[in-house]
């Protein structure tokens, strides 16, 4: 207990002697994205690529902030010539703490989720018109190499994603779904900001 109370003064100790010039980034970043929960293990879903098509914060000070981002894996259905998509629209508060000549971006957000079937066998049984809908919850890490400064830093990130899907809209409309849904993976990639 006492090295935990030890490591969290002296994290708040070192944040309060960071520097941050830059209040607002927009980024993107792309990597890996696991497969995990009920869909995974249903569909027997494949580790795929994520994608990062907005990763964008602002922050209060040094320490707060917070962020929104925008994401979508592609995960393929063992031995069936389709895939999975899963969109994911997150925002919530950031914690920033600075390491030396990084610091470590810290990211609870709410998730907003969607999920679609791609690909010919999808396409056979009616599943391209097909979406599914709910959310969950990323615990979102990055690490980001610069100054803090305004212009360009590099970022590794590691998030975690749960969630469930709760509604399945098609051609008939949108039905409330009760099944066992959930969705699980962890992304692990590498992104790049422009500090404003």
Request: zero cysteines; glycine letters at 16%; hydrophobic letters at 40%.
């Amino acid at each position: 207990m006492k090295n935990i109370l030890f490591a969290v003064i002296l994290i708040f100790t070192i944040s309060l002697g960071y520097s941050q010039d830059s209040k607002f980034y927009l980024g993107v970043g792309l990597g890996f994205a696991t497969a995990g929960g009920d869909i995974a293990d249903e569909f027997d879903l494949k580790t795929g690529l994520n994608f990062n098509f907005l990763n964008t914060g602002y922050r209060f000070d040094e320490t707060w902030g917070v962020t929104v981002n925008l994401s979508s894996s592609g995960h393929k259905i063992e031995d069936y010539d389709s895939a999975v998509g899963v969109g994911a629209f997150s925002f919530g508060p950031m914690y920033s703490v600075s390491l030396g000549s990084f610091s470590w971006d810290i990211k609870p957000q709410y998730a907003i989720l969607s999920g679609v079937f791609r690909g010919d066998e999808a396409a056979a049984i009616g599943f391209e018109d097909v979406e599914y809908s709910g959310n969950g919850f990323v615990f979102g890490n990055s690490l980001v190499f610069g100054n803090g400064g305004k212009g360009f830093s590099f970022s590794v990130d590691l998030d975690f994603l749960a969630g469930k899907f709760t509604e399945v809209s098609g051609p008939g409309g949108t039905v409330k779904i009760d099944e066992d849904n959930s969705l699980a993976n962890f992304k692990l990639g590498a992104g790049v900001r422009y500090n404003f």
